[in-house]
T-cell receptor
Framework: GQQLNQSPQSMFIQEGEDVSMNCTSSSIFNTWLWYKQDPGEGPVLLIALYKAGELTSNGRLTAQFGITRKDSFLNISASIPSDVGIYFCAGQLYRSGTASKLTFGTGTRLQVTL | DGGITQSPKYLFRKEGQNVTLSCEQNLNHDAMYWYRQDPGQGLRLIYY???????QKGDIAEGYSVSREKKESFPLTVTSAQKNPTAFYLCASSPRSGRRTSGSYEQYFGPGTRLTVT
């Protein structure tokens, strides 16, 4: 099955820095989701995007649904140590009345140094 | 509290044995999913179910089986036919509605079960 391309694969940043990561697909989606996973735990939903061009914030996190519907971006401002983890994007092509599958990105591993 | 539970957290089995992983949700979600995650990898879909007594194969269904006899439960059996069963297994659920409202199709995950087969 398809996996989305996510970049960067990993990044080391200093506390207080801003972080950007993106996710690209060869096919279009009508929903983009961003998850964070801590080691040994299940992913936690951070942000959901439903419309091309949409920009949505959740605290220090901001995500955008790309205009082409084939990409999405996540920004974290003023990073803190608890931002450490793996961030996954997921695309979905939903149809009304049908719970549709998610296609996941390969993940971006974020490490924050003091 | 509403949520998804998976048990046990860690599971050890000998090669050649079947093993069943539990997943229960009290979110009243119609759809449930099983994913497999290998070290440094994303999530790959094994099976999913949109409604009781119905399920579909995902991308890597070979060597796995599921049942959906109750809305809140979706157990996964890893059979001896699965060639490389050691992995982290994640269960998820989502609502399923006739028209999309905010949050209708988002999937929520359980804490996972780490299976080690030796």
């Amino acid at each position: 099955g398809q996996q989305l391309n996510q970049s960067p694969q990993s990044m080391f940043i200093q506390e207080g820095e801003d972080v950007s990561m993106n996710c690209t697909s060869s096919s279009i989606f009508n929903t983009w989701l961003w998850y964070k996973q801590d080691p040994g735990e299940g992913p936690v939903l951070l942000i959901a995007l439903y419309k091309a061009g949409e920009l949505t914030s959740n605290g220090r996190l901001t995500a955008q649904f790309g205009i082409t519907r084939k990409d999405s971006f996540l920004n974290i401002s003023a990073s803190i140590p608890s931002d450490v983890g793996i961030y996954f994007c997921a695309g979905q092509l939903y149809r009304s009345g049908t719970a549709s599958k998610l296609t996941f990105g390969t993940g971006t591993r974020l490490q924050v140094t003091l | 509290d509403g949520g998804i539970t998976q048990s046990p957290k860690y599971l050890f089995r000998k090669e050649g044995q079947n093993v069943t992983l539990s997943c229960e949700q009290n979110l009243n979600h119609d759809a449930m999913y099983w994913y497999r995650q290998d070290p440094g990898q994303g999530l790959r879909l094994i099976y999913y179910s949109q409604i009781v007594n119905d399920f579909q194969k995902g991308d890597i269904a070979e060597g796995y089986s599921v049942s959906r006899e109750k809305k809140e439960s979706f157990p996964l059996t890893v059979t001896s036919a699965q060639k490389n069963p050691t992995a982290f297994y994640l269960c998820a659920s989502s609502p399923r509605s006739g028209r999309r409202t905010s949050g209708s199709y988002e999937q929520y995950f359980g804490p996972g079960t780490r299976l080690t087969v030796t």
